[in-house]
């Protein structure tokens, strides 16, 4: 009997922590910034990354964002590279993790003349937007970024409070006016739209794949249940 319940415990703590059993999946976001000044174009991140149900840890965000002063109509937008996902944090207030992703391997973004981190929503509008490295233009690393909010079930829908802290920012050349970089903020979330009075509207998450159990952890939960039954049938044999 004692045998039986130690093989079951092994068996249930070798499941429980196999990394066939994690949590993460992939998922695809669409995020859009309402732009009121080049319409029909849209500033638009399209995206993918791998989210940790457990430990709400988003990993691997990446994808494209489109630059909306260029090109003739949507279809022909000039799309900025977003591949180092430099910045993530879990926000309990608002029930779920950001993430940011970024075009250089870096997160000088915005000037920091006046303080500030360099790169976040809010260090963009107390500098109105100017770039990192003013006033010389040869300074600008014409760095970009964009900023999602994932909730705790991914698939939920945002909320206008979660909305209004979506951001990106793109500094590229197709994305500067003079010393300011192209923004995309909300007056809720930061004080104040974007350098060209852009603003989030939506973001669509959807899933990719989903984390599918290895033979090895079919086997072990098989384990488990036929231990549970000896174990459910020795006692019925004893009273």
């Given at each position: 009997?004692?045998?039986l319940?130690?093989?079951l415990?092994?068996?249930?703590?070798?499941?429980?922590?196999s990394?066939?059993?994690a949590?993460?999946?992939?998922?695809?976001?669409?995020?859009?910034?309402?732009?009121?000044?080049?319409?029909?174009?849209?500033?638009?991140?399209?995206?993918?990354?791998?989210?940790d149900s457990?430990?709400?840890?988003?990993?691997?965000?990446?994808?494209?964002l489109?630059?909306s002063?260029?090109g003739?109509?949507?279809?022909?937008?000039t799309?900025?590279?977003?591949?180092y996902?430099?910045?993530?944090?879990?926000?309990a207030?608002?029930?779920?993790?950001?993430a940011?992703?970024?075009?250089?391997s870096?997160?000088n973004?915005?000037?920091?003349?006046?303080?500030?981190?360099?790169?976040?929503?809010?260090?963009?509008?107390?500098?109105?937007?100017?770039?990192?490295?003013?006033?010389?233009?040869?300074?600008?690393?014409?760095?970009?970024?964009?900023?999602?909010?994932?909730p705790?079930?991914?698939?939920?829908?945002?909320?206008?409070?979660?909305?209004?802290?979506?951001?990106?920012?793109?500094?590229?050349?197709?994305?500067?006016?003079?010393?300011?970089?192209?923004?995309?903020?909300?007056?809720?979330?930061?004080?104040?739209?974007?350098?060209?009075?852009?603003?989030?509207?939506?973001?669509?998450?959807?899933?990719?794949?989903?984390?599918?159990?290895?033979a090895?952890?079919?086997?072990?939960?098989?384990?488990?249940?036929?231990?549970?039954?000896?174990?459910?049938?020795?006692?019925?044999?004893?009273?």
């Amino acid at each position: 009997m004692n045998v039986l319940k130690k093989t079951l415990a092994i068996a249930a703590m070798t499941l429980a922590t196999s990394p066939a059993f994690a949590a993460v999946s992939t998922y695809n976001v669409t995020t859009t910034w309402f732009e009121p000044d080049t319409q029909p174009k849209n500033s638009i991140f399209e995206g993918s990354f791998s989210y940790d149900s457990a430990t709400k840890v988003i990993t691997g965000l990446a994808g494209k964002l489109s630059e909306s002063m260029t090109g003739t109509d949507a279809s022909n937008m000039t799309w900025l590279n977003l591949n180092y996902q430099l910045v993530s944090w879990y926000d309990a207030a608002l029930g779920g993790t950001f993430a940011a992703t970024f075009k250089n391997s870096n997160t000088n973004t915005f000037s920091t003349l006046a303080g500030g981190d360099g790169w976040s929503p809010q260090a963009g509008v107390d500098i109105g937007g100017v770039y990192y490295g003013y006033p010389r233009p040869a300074n600008n690393p014409g760095n970009a970024y964009a900023l999602i909010f994932v909730p705790d079930n991914p698939l939920t829908a945002l909320t206008q409070t979660q909305i209004n802290k979506l951001a990106y920012a793109d500094c590229a050349p197709g994305g500067m006016m003079g010393a300011v970089c192209m923004t995309g903020t909300s007056a809720a979330g930061y004080g104040s739209v974007g350098t060209m009075s852009g603003y989030p509207v939506s973001q669509v998450i959807s899933i990719v794949a989903v984390p599918v159990p290895e033979a090895s952890t079919y086997t072990l939960l098989s384990l488990g249940l036929v231990m549970t039954g000896m174990i459910a049938r020795r006692r019925r044999e004893q009273a």
